[in-house]
């Protein structure tokens, strides 16, 4: 139905880049921004667009810059189409210079070659661009896909807790003199004593107060924090199996600690983000869901616009957080908003859609629960066929969650289904839909990413928990909860996407109001964040 659509646009008279990209991809090609700003920029751009793709070598993939501009240079567009001598002539010449396959730096020969400088102001522009493909820098850590050992036994569950405790627990234990869960009890009453462990059970007594369970690999203790005390106030932040240090006194009898400090693995105040060398920015977004009757079309291609434009002449970087499609049957009676009820059909469309994206773009995607991956994390990346549908840009596909590191930025990739488990558990203070990045910076000071199991969030074991945060990531990029919003936590961006898609009528029922066609916009040269909007 969508591919219906999307062709009968090209019906209608060539206009914005976007259109001219939907043309060149109904061929079979996608294109550099600059190569589509170009062709737009001619007086017609139909039969310009005719006159590149007439003399496009066979083996094309991506329609460069340079293959316009010497199309363009060779013949007044508003010539006819067909003219072979010009086709053949060019292409004979470019097998001697080169400049069709030449991937950079052709500025030069570019204005030796050519007395016709009307592209000239334009083309300063376009070589800045294509120059800067060279330094551009993407390093993956933590993507599991291909690396799932666990048979979802009991036996893999404690592999993974225990993974989990010895990673966040190697941060905690130089703060506390810990002691094993089972040799506290051993002790003697009235001393200090100090413990590493998983957050087992969280209940209030009778009298008001607190008692919290901790456990490690030798067995559990009950820790107590006084309602009166600093402590009954981060209670209500824990979240079952996330791992803390705590250090106090025991009792007299050796049964329980009251507890006097109480640490999360969190982020370092001092913590100070690295960031890139040059000017050059990425697009943070997720929730595309392409199959919705929400989908939001023109606001996708509205983005996509923009992205061939001058003004996002310095965004090289498309990072996609989740939920590319809406899927089938993720949720009761979603088919009937259903636009494309097929999943294979789905992700057609969304690389379709993607290919609206200039293809000089570097573009990093993750699964979400809306995904055909599985729904426990961590998800592994799209599967072969799947990689084979949305082949358009060459994207880099991984695992949710996946640490992605451009030009020396490490950015934390997790599509965010804890966020609602957050949102619901913590008060409204301090994790709320409105405030979507509040939630991020428990998970950063929790050092977890989903935290608490056998709720919203479920858990795949494996050998290890990909699902610590290892490493503190100079930007932690999330969507899921459909709501935009950003800040910083102790110098770590934090950055909650919006989506693509309108309210659905679930979302009406429960007075959820989507942030819906907008693109954050990092600068990595500064964590700066601009927002553009395309609704
Ligand atoms: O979910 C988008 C947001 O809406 C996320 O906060 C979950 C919530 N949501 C959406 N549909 C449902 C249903 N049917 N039940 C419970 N929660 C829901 P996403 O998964 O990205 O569509
Ligand atoms: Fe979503
Ligand atoms: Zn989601």
Known sequence: MLFFSLENRLIVPLEGPARIVSELTSRGYNAERTAVTLIAGTENPQATLERVVAQLPSDTIVVRTEQVRSVIETAPVSEPTEDPSISTGTTTQQQHTGPWNAPVETEGSHETNSGERTAAGRSSTQSRATRSEAMRDVEIVGDMTGESTGTGAYKDFVTVFRDRLERLGSKLRGRVNHRPATSIAQMPGGGAVGMVGLVNDIRSTASGHWLIELEDATGTFPWLVMKDREYADVVEELLCDEV????????????????????????????????????????????????????????????????????????????????????????????????????????????????????????????????????????????????????????????????????????????????????????????????????????????????????????????????????????????????????????????????????????????????????????????????????
């Open 244 to 535: 803390l240090a705590m250090e106090g006194t025991l009792a007299d009898d050796s049964g329980i600690a009251f507890v006097d400090s109480l640490y999360f693995p969190d982020v370092p105040r001092t913590h100070q983000p690295s960031t890139a060398d040059r000017h050059v920015q990425a697009a943070l977004i997720s929730d595309v869901h392409v199959g919705s009757q929400e989908f939001m079309h023109d606001a996708w291609t509205a983005f996509a616009d923009w992205l061939h434009t001058e003004q996002a002449q310095h965004v090289e970087y498309l990072l996609i957080a989740g939920d590319m499609v809406e899927g089938v049957g993720v949720y009761p009676n979603q088919d009937e908003e259903l636009d494309i009820v097929d999943i294979y059909e789905q992700y057609e469309a969304f690389n379709e859609y993607l290919k609206l994206v200039p293809g000089d773009i570097e573009i990093v995607m993750i699964p979400g629960n809306h995904d055909a991956v599985r729904l426990a994390e961590p998800q592994p990346g799209f599967d072969e066929t799947l990689r084979g549908i949305m082949s358009a840009h060459d994207a880099q596909i991984v695992s949710n969650p996946s640490m992605v590191t451009l030009e020396g930025v490490s950015i934390l990739m997790y599509h965010g289904v804890s966020l609602d488990e957050v949102i619901a558990e913590l008060p409204a203070e301090k994790a709320s839909y409105e405030e979507p990045h509040k939630a991020m910076y428990q998970l950063l000071k929790k050092r977890h990413v989903a935290p608490q199991f056998g709720g919203h969030t479920r858990l795949a074991p494996e050998e290890r928990d990909y699902l610590v945060m290892e490493e503190v990531p100079d930007i932690f990029h999330t969507g899921h909860v459909h709501k935009l919003g950003f800040g910083k936590y102790h110098n770590v961006l934090a950055i909650n996407s919006g989506c693509w898609q309108s309210q659905t009528d679930f979302q009406k029922s429960v007075n959820i109001d989507p942030d819906a066609g907008f693109a954050p916009i990092v600068d990595l040269d500064t964590l700066n964040v601009t927002v553009q909007k395309f609704s």
